[in-house]
Nanobody, 117 residues
Framework: QVQFVESGGGLVQPGGSLRLSCAAS????????MSWYRQAPGKARELVAM?????????NYGDFVKGRFTVSRDNTKKTLYLQMNSLKTEDTAVYYC?????????WGQGTQVTVSS
């Protein structure tokens, strides 16, 4: 059974930083394209970042990231990361990880990120 467990969210002031983690189990993690998504209240889930399998040499970000976030992976630990810097109030959302394209049955609980002064 595939499982993704996100962690690292919290309350941070505008301009602050957070590092999210996603622990994966039940799949050959290193061989999949992995992704971060987020969903703000009342809005659709949107793609934040995606990283290619194995070496993770190919990365794409949502347009709103604008150089503020960095996605990475540690295949030996089966963990996906998202380093978020220069956070804005509009980054407030629940953040999820999944394969790409995402599979509905694999969504976890996510981790809440709240950016507020």
């Amino acid at each position: 059974q595939v499982q993704f467990v996100e962690s690292g969210g919290g309350l941070v002031q505008p301009g602050g930083s957070l590092r999210l983690s996603c622990a994966a189990s039940g799949l050959s993690f290193g061989s999949y394209v992995m992704s971060w998504y987020r969903q703000a209240p009342g809005k659709a889930r949107e793609l934040v970042a995606m990283i290619s399998p194995f070496s993770g040499s190919s990365i794409n970000y949502g347009d709103f990231v604008k150089g503020r976030f960095t996605v990475s992976r540690d295949n030996t630990k089966k963990t996906l990361y998202l380093q978020m810097n220069s956070l804005k109030t509009e980054d407030t959302a629940v953040y999820y990880c999944n394969r790409y394209p995402p599979r509905g049955e694999d969504w976890g609980q996510g981790t809440q990120v709240t950016v507020s002064s």
